[in-house]
């Protein structure tokens, strides 16, 4: 099992940025896939980010070229950072620590989330 604790949220303006950390409680080195997903009032719970333990990266459309997130393996933590942010952004962001096993069967671990706010 794995703990994780987001923190960087906050109150910002339109066109801002932010930046995210997810510090696990363990190392991460041989965390399969780690993550960000977001929720907003009304809406499903959707992924904003991933990264395998191979460095592979992936990002819907609605935030592709403006969110990038990077793995520091030494330090155990996981980081989003949100450049060029637009009010439906706002969300209550999670950190996402995704475990597979050799029969393609996997555990999810999760954060407790961090709000952002974004201003217009």
């Known amino acids: 099992q794995v703990q994780l604790v987001e923190s960087g949220g906050g109150l910002v303006q339109a066109g801002g940025s932010l930046r995210l950390s997810c510090a696990a409680s363990?190392?991460?080195?041989?965390?399969?896939?780690m993550g960000w997903y977001r929720q907003a009032p009304g809406k499903q719970r959707e992924l904003v980010a991933a990264?395998?333990?191979?460095?592979?990266?992936n990002y819907p459309d609605s935030v592709k070229g403006r969110f990038t997130i990077s793995r520091d393996n030494v330090k155990n933590t996981v980081y989003l950072q949100m450049n060029s942010l637009k009010p439906e952004d706002t969300a209550v962001y999670y950190c996402?620590?995704?475990?597979?096993?050799?029969?393609?069967?996997?555990?999810?671990?999760w954060g407790q989330g961090t709000q952002v706010t974004v201003s217009s």
């Open positions: 363990r190392s991460i080195f041989s965390i399969d896939v």
């Open positions: 996402n620590a995704r475990l597979e096993d050799d029969y393609s069967d996997y555990a999810d671990y």
């Open positions: 990264i395998t333990s191979g460095g592979s990266r």
